[in-house]
């Protein structure tokens, strides 16, 4: 167990709809990530917030958008779903304490979209 | 940004013998390299990691090489044994605010009884 919390594990939802997959850090941690993975595909970083501020982003479509709440857990927000958007979603956690980043997983959400 | 390319894409090996995965990376202000392992529908986790001040690391059957001159850093694992089988992704996270990972596309390794 990573310490990371996702909900919820399994959603299924048709195209057009709108869905929130929500994630707690561990304990301590400021940083929070989203990954999409494809089936056969490895992990694509979509966005990263730091303390409730986003610091980056990678390949994030513009329908999906992300938070990150004073509590410091986040919520990835996709919206007008298309079959394509079929994946697992982790999201991951790190301290920042130090000057590398160790990143630790969530059990993912698994999104399919009929 | 940083592009990781990571070979093989799949990997058999016998029980017992040993497992290489060998990746490259582009940026060379990146400093961390992590590996991590998944199992079929379960989360990536991290099984070992090296810095960009060091050349090799060492964790039981697990070692991980780095060349900062070539830019590449592979993945040594030997005496394999059945739950080795899983997908391997090497990363590269360079300094600055970001820190964001670039992962390689993942190895596919299974060994074999």
């Known amino acids: 167990d990573s310490g990371v919390t996702q909900t919820p594990k399994h959603l299924i939802t048709a195209t057009g709809q709108r869905v929130t997959l929500r994630c707690s850090p561990r304990s301590g941690d400021l940083s929070v990530y989203w990954y999409q993975q494809s089936l056969d595909q490895g992990l694509q970083f979509l966005i990263h917030?730091?303390?409730?501020?986003?610091?980056a982003k990678g390949n994030i479509l513009e329908r999906f958008s992300a938070q990150q709440f004073p509590d410091l857990h986040s919520e990835l927000n996709l919206s007008s779903l298309e079959l394509g958007d079929s994946a697992l979603y982790f999201c991951a956690s790190s301290s920042r304490g130090g000057p590398y980043n160790e990143q630790f997983f969530g059990p993912g959400t698994r999104l399919t979209v009929l | 940004g940083e592009n990781v390319e990571q070979h093989p894409s799949t990997l058999s090996v016998q029980e017992g013998d040993s497992a290489v995965i060998k990746c490259t990376y582009s940026?060379?202000?990146?400093?961390?390299f992590p590996w991590y392992k998944q199992e079929l529908g379960k989360r990536p986790q991290l099984i070992i990691d090296?810095?960009?001040?060091?050349g090799e690391k060492k964790d039981q059957r697990i070692a991980v090489t780095l060349n900062k001159t070539a830019k590449h850093f592979s993945l040594h694992i030997t005496e394999t044994q059945p739950e080795d089988s899983a997908v391997y992704f090497c990363a590269a996270t360079s300094s600055g605010s970001a820190r964001q990972l670039t992962f390689g596309s993942g190895t596919q390794l299974t060994v074999l009884p």
């Open positions: 917030y730091y303390n409730g501020e986003e610091r």
């Open positions: 940026d060379s202000a990146s400093n961390y």
């Open positions: 090296i810095r960009s001040n060091v």
